[in-house]
């Protein structure tokens, strides 16, 4: 791609404080104008040091590191600069160093640069951010999707102590290199306005999570090392709606990990199998599946899977979603992060809100519910395993 001005750079650009906080819904190009910014910054500042951020490594990787990378090849900065792949850092002739590294790596928050950026902000915490902005010399940029409120808003734009700190907002229509698709794409998933989807992605607001069902997830791009698969849940589709298909995953840290595996149309009773085969589902977990669809659950036990009905019986929703909510949890997949964003309790025309959840919207949201609600009973014995 060709790296052009957009609104969303030049908004940037007439920022002056020594904090910006930049908020923006999906596409509106703020992680590149971050990164032509800095890069342009770190040409025109000799003998500078600038730290590029974010969480884990592998979301680093996989999102400012490579698009930064990107913009060197096609704006040719890599033929006069070093690239160290061993250290993940770039050395300019004039002697400024670009350097990445994530919060969880040992001693890295202990070194000092002049100028910062975190990406993903809104994935770490407010004492590593404090670390982090204490050792930066001159100047320190964070970006996020607003999926709900944090410390960047609590403790920086709405601090009053706080004169250092620059707000700037953004969505897609402040990103002119869009295509045409991806601005359809976008637009299409309006809808009458008023879903949290559309006000944090298509908006860039602040996720309106009043009514929600669950609040204060996290959204991860990987399931973290030392993680352990602990259950599948399952949740079986028609012709109209989806089947859904959800992983469970527990850390040492007590986060519990959320994946979705399979989301997905039109599969027949007989194809079950095969599908999870096709999306590498272990056969050793135990899968937590929807109970109305006995035949189907039966095929996929004599495919070799370990699999039972979930428990339907009488307040099992409402149970299910209070040991959802009990839960910290961090979530894989746009689909989920999409039912994530517009599950809510179901409102009578007067406004009253119902102690259960709207239907619709929810495939991934009940496959979830399946299995973490099956992980709090007591251990069982099934096919001489202990679960």
Known sequence: MKYSVTSTLEKLQALTARIWVVQGGTSAGKTIAILLYLLNWAIEHPGKVVSIVSDTLPNLRKGAMRDFLSICR??????????????????????????????????????????????????????????????????????????????????????????DVQFLKVTYIDNESLDEQTVKAIEMRRGDGTSNWWRVYGLG?????????????????????GARLVRYGLDFGFSNDETAMASIWEC????????????????????????????????????????????IIAEVQNAGFRIIAADKNAGSVKRGIDRVQQRR???????????????????????????????????????????????????????????
Not at 360 to 379: E, Q, T, V
């Open 205 to 225: 607001e602040i996720g309106s999570l009043e009514g929600n069902v669950y609040e204060g997830w996290m959204s991860m791009d990987e399931v973290p090392d």
């Open 329 to 387: 949890i961090g979530y894989i997949g746009k689909n989920l992060e999409r039912e994530f964003l517009t599950y809510g309790w179901r409102k009578k025309r007067s406004g009253e809100v119902l102690d259960e959840p709207q239907d619709g919207n929810d495939h991934l949201m009940d496959a979830l519910r399946y299995a973490i609600d099956d992980l709090s009973r007591k251990p069982v014995e099934y096919g001489g395993v202990r679960f």
């Open 252 to 295: 040492e840290d007590g986060r519990t990990i959320i994946r979705e595996e399979v989301y997905q149309r039109g599969i027949l009773g007989s194809q079950y199998a095969e599908i999870l085969k096709s999306h590498n589902i272990d056969p050793s977990v135990l899968i937590v599946a929807d109970g109305a669809r006995p035949e």
């Open 74 to 163: 096609e704006t040719n900065i890599d033929k006069i600069a070093h690239w160290n792949k061993t250290e993940s850092t770039l050395l300019l002739p004039n002697d400024t160093i670009i350097e990445f590294f994530s919060t969880d790596m040992l001693g890295a928050l202990g070194a000092r640069r002049d100028l910062l950026y975190i990406n993903e902000a809104n994935r770490i915490n407010w004492d590593t951010f404090s670390q982090l902005e204490v050792r930066t010399r001159e100047q320190v940029i964070i970006d996020f999707n607003p999926v709900n409120e944090f410390w960047a808003h609590t403790e920086l734009v709405n601090n009053q102590d706080r004169s």
